[in-house]
């Protein structure tokens, strides 16, 4: 629960609405298995435009959960891989995947009673 000012309650929130969105956690649970290039993540992860991954990623390096390594090659390669902060939250992403997988049908139960009752009223 969040306690203390409204400061505190702002700040926590930009924290929680970077770390919940739904492309943040797979680009996080992809790199949890180690690093990676823009390209794999992205064929990786599927249904993601250039634009929407790069933006992740850059929230992510800027929030300090992904570091971007440039290799200077050519072309130039470059790798993302989580931090020790990013490696920390991998802990409740994956607590959060095991509970929506071992409550999907309770979900999915409900939403079919709520879209029913819409329908019928």
């Known amino acids: ?12 929130s930009g924290i929680l609405a970077r770390v919940g969105d739904k492309w943040t956690v797979l680009v996080v649970e992809l790199l949890g298995k180690g690093p990676m ?18 933006a992740t990623l850059r929230g992510l390096e800027r929030d300090g959960f992904v570091t971007r390594t440039v290799y200077p090659t050519i072309p130039p390669r470059v790798d993302y891989e989580l931090t020790d902060l990013g490696r920390e939250l991998l802990v409740p992403v994956h607590a959060l995947g095991d509970w929506a997988r071992v409550n999907i049908g309770r979900v999915e139960a409900a939403r079919a009673r709520f879209d029913s009752s819409q329908k019928a009223a």
Request: with cysteine; hydrophobic share 40%; charged share 25%.
């Open 1 to 12: 629960m969040i306690h203390g000012n409204s400061a505190d309650c702002r700040a926590v």
């Open 37 to 54: 290039r823009f390209n794999e993540l992205r064929r990786m992860i599927g249904g993601i435009s250039q634009k929407m991954l790069t």
